[in-house]
């Protein structure tokens, strides 16, 4: 070893501790075993329990041996399982969205030995976070920040994905929804499109995906096409619109409306990629009610998931972990939905 032996074995020692591996209320190894396990002295592997002891990690009990009085990082932590509230599943979109978000997260929790707890966060104003040590939310939309604001003002960390608050306090970690709006524009209009449909909706970061919208026709010094943003729109009226506008390329800003764009653009007789491409938000791969392969900007959200979790468990185990504002990129996926125009 570099370090001077019972240094070494400290540091060992004091990240197991820190890290959770060693528990409050836990046995350490005794002498004999550290001493086989770092190659070492016993006489060095007593000073480095000594020097846990002396910084008021470990408590030496008569014959029992050293136990763990607390983590590193502050008073004694709640014992495991750590729980965590998580939002509820919200019908519609599990398939391509929040499952993919779920199964990072699950896989995460399984090894770091948390439970979830859905929570009932239909009105943030009466939420309900006892017993919770944390939280991972994937809904909060702008106007319900404050009450999440108010529980980390009181310590307990809260970590958001795909949306972006602006409070310090809180961890995010999200795509950059107007750049990779733009770069699916972008691509439309390199490859000939002019007259682009945009089909948006409602929720927290449909005015970011929007922005992008707009912010690639301005790139290329273009004017968008006037009437061509709709809002959630009824299949007939989707229909109407590509009929009597006949749009060359769409981009929905929500996976979840390609069924109804394919219903509409059978009903306007369009043929998709023939007479009109398609680019939309999410992998649709895999859901029911979408027969071809779309274009998409595909989020790495089991990734995310994944993260996020690991993130919120070290902002619980160790809370001078500062949060983290991390921005993730997404992948512009082009297939068989699109076309160059005039091609």
């Known amino acids: 070893m570099s370090k001077i032996a019972y240094q070494a074995v400290y540091d060992e020692l004091h990240r197991r501790i820190r890290e959770r591996q060693l528990l ?34 470990i408590s030496s009990r008569a014959g029992i ?33 929040q499952e993919l978000l779920m199964k990072g997260i699950l896989d995460t929790a399984q090894l770091g030995g948390c439970r979830l ?15 919770m040590d944390g939280l991972l939310m994937m809904w ?32 995010f970690f999200s795509v950059d929804y107007t750049h990779e709006a733009c770069r699916a524009v972008e691509y439309l209009l390199l490859t000939g499109h002019r007259e682009i449909l945009m089909v948006t909706g409602g929720g927290a970061s449909m005015a970011l995906r929007e922005r992008g919208y707009f912010q690639a026709y301005a790139m290329r010094n273009l004017t968008p096409p006037a009437g061509l943003v709709l809002r959630d729109p009824e299949v007939d009226e ?17 996976g979840c409306q390609t069924p109804i764009f394919a219903m509409a653009a059978e009903r306007a007789g369009l043929r998709i ?24 900007i595909r989020m790495p959200l089991f990734q995310m998931g994944q993260a996020a979790l690991k993130h919120l468990l070290q902002r619980m185990e160790r809370p001078e972990t500062a949060p983290t ?18 091609s």
Do not use: H
């Open 24 to 57: 409050p209320g836990e046995l350490m190894p005794g002498e004999k075993r550290l001493a086989e396990e770092y190659q070492v002295s016993r006489t060095t592997a007593r000073k480095a329990l000594q020097l846990l002891s002396e910084q008021g990690f």
């Open 273 to 296: 990629p023939g007479d009109i491409s398609l680019i939309c938000f999410d992998d649709m791969d895999s859901v029911a009610g979408v027969s071809f392969p779309v274009s998409c």
């Open 325 to 342: 504002r991390q921005i993730v990129g997404a992948e512009l996926c082009i297939n068989s939905s699109c076309r160059t125009q005039g």
């Open 65 to 97: 041996g050293w136990e763990v009085l607390r983590s590193v990082s502050g008073p004694k932590a709640p014992p495991r399982p750590w729980t965590i509230g998580i939002d509820p599943i919200v019908p519609g979109w599990g398939a391509y969205y």
């Open 117 to 131: 707890s859905v929570l009932d966060n239909r009105d943030p104003k009466t939420l309900n976070v006892n017993g």
């Open 238 to 254: 989707l229909a109407d619109v590509l009929k009597t506008r006949r749009p060359s390329a769409a981009f929905l800003l929500f």
């Open 140 to 171: 909060t939309g702008d106007e319900n920040y404050a009450p999440y604001a108010a529980l980390a003002e009181k310590g307990l960390p809260i970590v958001f994905i795909n949306r972006q608050p602006e409070n310090p306090r809180f961890s």
